[in-house]
């Protein structure tokens, strides 16, 4: 039975990814018909795009009465991007480098916002306020900080990089907006339902096997939901665009912890019950995102023993929450 639920889980987290890609095309084609604003649209979409699992099973959990359901999603999944993701694509690819100084303002960035719902959530719980806060928090990156990344993607975008292959390979489409439209309520529709479904697992997998729900996010949840920043640091690493490869998964942090849970939050404010699971998951992100950050500082690059390194920490975590 709890097997079962477990399938069922990544069963519906690949719909819920692929049903992502599906909104993300159909929009950026209708973005298209704007030349002041599409290119803006395309790069934000393409920067939004692996969050939107995380997203849209926030939004359900908190529509479902399960918000610490989200919580713990967020959680698990920025420590799986900068432990399980980053390692295990290094490991397999090998050494990557890191170009320019942009990751020193970058990182900064993640941190704090990594670390800002779990200040917020220190009185043990997370408002609307709180999530108000935090949305206002990526705002001003988006706006801010973010426009000049805009640029950088769409130089990107135009030469049909690999960011532009992986966002097609479904099929081509013709461009039609009424299709077009069609393809975007249906992919929302999709969105929503393989959300909830994973919700809906969640729940009856924590009461059958006797664990907290927020631990199923933390653990079980995550995984599935950061399918899509794995497949795009494979490819990026495979394409030798290392810069891409930590922008994907520093922006993936950022978002889940500002945009994600402040979404959540506000829906429905999520309160604390499982103190000694979030403690083990806060300090474990604080842990395990300054030995990537010492990793990538020392000698600029991120070798491959660094890597197994990440993946070993990401065990241990895992180890340390189900004792």
């Given at each position: 039975?709890?097997?079962?639920l477990i ?53 359900t ?7 610490a ?15 399980l ?15 320019g ?9 993640a ?22 806060i ?28 690999y ?22 309520f ?30 199923i ?11 899509p ?13 290392p ?15 500002t945009?994600v ?11 604390i ?35 197994a ?15």
């Amino acid at each position: 039975m709890i097997v079962l639920l477990i399938l069922l889980i990544f069963l519906f987290s690949f719909a819920l990814i692929k049903s992502a890609d599906q909104v993300v095309l159909a929009l950026r084609r209708l973005s298209r018909g704007s030349k002041s604003t599409g290119f803006i649209l395309s790069a934000l979409l393409i920067a939004l795009a692996t969050s939107f699992p995380e997203l849209f099973v926030g939004i359900t959990a908190a529509l479902e009465g399960a918000p610490a359901l989200s919580l713990g999603n967020v959680m698990g999944a920025n420590i799986t991007n900068i432990s399980l993701v980053a390692g295990l694509s290094a490991w397999v690819v090998g050494k990557v480098k890191v170009h320019g100084h942009f990751l020193r303002r970058d990182v900064t960035i993640a941190l704090v916002a990594g670390t800002l719902p779990l200040i917020l959530i220190l009185d043990g719980r997370l408002g609307r306020t709180d999530g108000l806060i935090l949305i206002a928090v990526y705002g001003a990156y988006a706006s801010s900080f973010f426009k000049h990344r805009f640029l950088q993607i769409a130089e990107e975008h135009k030469k049909g990089s690999y960011i532009q292959r992986f966002l097609r390979r479904f099929t081509q489409i013709d461009g039609n907006k009424t299709k077009e439209a069609a393809r975007l309520f249906v992919g929302i529709a999709m969105l929503l339902v393989s959300a909830n479904i994973i919700v809906r697992i969640a729940r009856v997998l924590a009461e059958a096997a006797g664990i907290p729900v927020f631990l199923i996010g933390l653990i079980l949840v995550s995984i599935g939901t950061t399918l899509p920043e794995l497949a795009f640091s494979f490819r990026a690493l495979e394409d030798k665009e290392p810069t891409m490869f930590f922008g994907n998964i520093l922006g993936s942090i950022i978002a889940n912890s500002t945009l994600v849970i402040g979404v959540a939050a506000t829906i429905a404010p999520i309160a604390i019950s499982e103190k000694s699971e979030y403690m083990v998951a806060a300090a474990a992100f604080i842990l395990i995102f300054l030995h990537f950050w010492f990793f990538i500082k020392s000698k600029l690059r991120l070798d491959r023993w660094e890597a197994a390194a990440l993946l070993l920490l990401y065990l241990a975590f895992v180890v340390v929450e189900f004792n």
